[in-house]
């Protein structure tokens, strides 16, 4: 059964801080991993990894992705309470389906 | 004007009611999707479509059933509602040609079964 699972689950920092947020899966079919934000409303699209290795920059947000061990990571450095939200990682299949299957989310805090 | 709606963004129900969540996008997108989201377990699909005549089961179908009216139309229903069906529930759409494969979420529609 495919797993996507994000650690932590929720974290609490304060501006200025840097963090990184984990997403791990274990796919059949894997063609990308796409990571999103969701404020109090529907999810935004942040970023989409397909290779290995190769830095997505947005900002302060920036996100890379190793096929070999199976992770992603998100980093966003000096924070913002902006920031507050929930960052949820997918993975896209491949093949005609390509369903995007979720995580549960990392809930993160930013305090003044 | 958002390119993804959804009616109604709340609604409260009984246990046992039929109830249809509607969803429209005026981005000429052939996919669409219904998701459920419960706190700490992120969205699960829970059918999609590719286009009009197409339609199939996410991870969780059990107890809902949907219908694409149309190309800009998707409609979720839950045919006797029960009360772990009380969930946020999205709507999105995403373009099959598009490099990114980014899905484009609704407001979202918040139900509650008592």
């Known amino acids: 059964e495919d797993k996507v699972v994000q650690s932590p689950l929720s974290l609490v920092v304060h501006e200025g801080d840097t963090v990184t947020l984990n997403c791990s899966y274990e796919v059949t079919n894997f063609r990308s991993l796409l990571w999103y934000k969701q404020e109090k409303k529907a999810p935004t699209f942040l970023f989409m990894l397909?290779?290995?290795?190769i830095e997505k920059k947005s900002g302060r947000l920036s996100s890379i992705l190793d096929k070999k061990e199976l992770f992603s990571i998100l980093n966003i450095t000096a924070t913002q309470t902006g920031d507050s939200a929930v960052y949820l990682c997918a993975f896209l299949s491949s093949g005609s389906a390509r369903q995007l299957t979720f995580g549960s989310g990392t809930q993160l805090t930013v305090l003044p | 004007d958002a390119d993804v709606t959804q009616t109604p963004r709340n609604r409260i129900t009984k246990t046992g009611k039929r109830i249809m969540l509607e969803c429209s996008q005026t981005?000429?997108?052939?996919?669409m999707y219904w998701y459920r989201q419960d706190p700490g377990l992120g969205l699960r699909l829970i059918y999609y479509s590719f286009d009009v005549k197409d339609i199939n089961k996410g991870e969780i179908s059990d107890g809902y059933s949907v219908s694409r009216q149309a190309q800009a139309k998707f409609s979720l229903s839950l045919e006797s509602a029960i009360p772990n069906q009380t969930a946020l529930y999205f709507c999105a759409t995403s373009d099959p040609v598009s490099s990114y494969n980014e899905q484009f979420f609704g407001p979202g529609t918040r139900l509650t079964v008592l």
């Open positions: 981005k000429g997108h052939d996919r």
């Open positions: 397909t290779s290995s290795g």
